[in-house]
Structures are given as structure tokens and as C-alpha cells.
């Protein structure tokens, strides 16, 4: 059993930065990929990033490459996105998911077991 808290959204303006926060409770999280999505008001949900168990792998979906980094924390059993040069098309709620296989997390149709509750991120001019 794994549970997920997401953590860091608020406003910035366009061209700022925010660092958003999953941090996990329970087993075996260093055993899970994890990933980052995005839902904005009318729109369909996004993948933004994933990170495999290891944090060896990273990928990023093409609108936020060169912006945003993933990275975990095992010992901390924590994924953090950094989030640099925001616009306001990044606005949205972030959602932190995981899986044990990259492609229940990463490839549509996505197959997530755990679900955060989301953090809401707002970049407005």
C-alpha cells in the first residue's frame, strides 16, 4: 500500500519557477515508477514526466523538456519536479502517480495504482 501527497503548487508569474513535492508513505516505493501529470479546466489529462524506480531513467513530454526536472529521493521516498521558465499553459493541477511497471505509468492508457490528491499550480501574467 503506498499513498501520495502532493506538495509546492501556488501562483507565479510567467518566468518564474516552483518545485513541486510527491512524497510517499508506506513500502516499497523504491520499487515504483512515478509520474508527474497534469489537468488543466476543459482539458484532458497530461503526462509531464516520469522517473523510474532507480531514477535512472527520466522522460518528459516535448511541451516541458529543457524546463522541467524529476528527481527522487529514495531515503526520503519522495519525487520532487522542478519547475523552471513556468508559462501559462503549465497551469494546471499536478498529479503525482505510481506503478511498479514504467508503462502503467508512463504509456497510455496509463494504468496507475496510486493517485495523489493533487496541487494546483497557477501561472498568470
Known amino acids: 500500500q503506498l499513498h501520495l501527497v502532493e506538495s509546492g503548487g501556488g501562483l507565479v508569474q510567467p518566468g518564474g519557477s516552483l518545485t513541486l513535492s510527491c512524497v510517499a508513505s508506506g513500502y516499497y516505493f523504491d520499487y515504483e515508477v512515478i509520474g508527474w501529470f497534469r489537468q488543466a479546466p476543459g482539458k484532458e489529462r497530461e503526462g509531464v514526466s516520469c522517473?523510474?524506480?532507480?531514477?535512472?531513467?527520466?522522460n518528459y513530454t516535448d511541451s516541458v523538456k529543457g524546463r522541467f526536472t524529476i528527481s527522487r529521493d529514495n531515503s526520503k521516498k519522495s519525487v520532487t519536479l522542478q519547475m523552471n521558465s513556468l508559462k501559462p499553459e503549465d497551469t494546471a493541477v499536478y498529479y503525482c502517480?505510481?506503478?511498479?511497471?514504467?508503462?502503467?505509468?508512463?504509456?497510455?492508457?496509463?494504468?496507475?495504482?496510486?493517485w495523489g490528491q493533487g496541487t494546483q499550480v497557477t501561472v498568470s501574467s
Open positions: 502517480a505510481a506503478a511498479r511497471y514504467w508503462e502503467r505509468v508512463c504509456v497510455p492508457p496509463i494504468q496507475a495504482d496510486y
Open positions: 522517473i523510474s524506480s532507480s531514477g535512472y531513467t527520466t
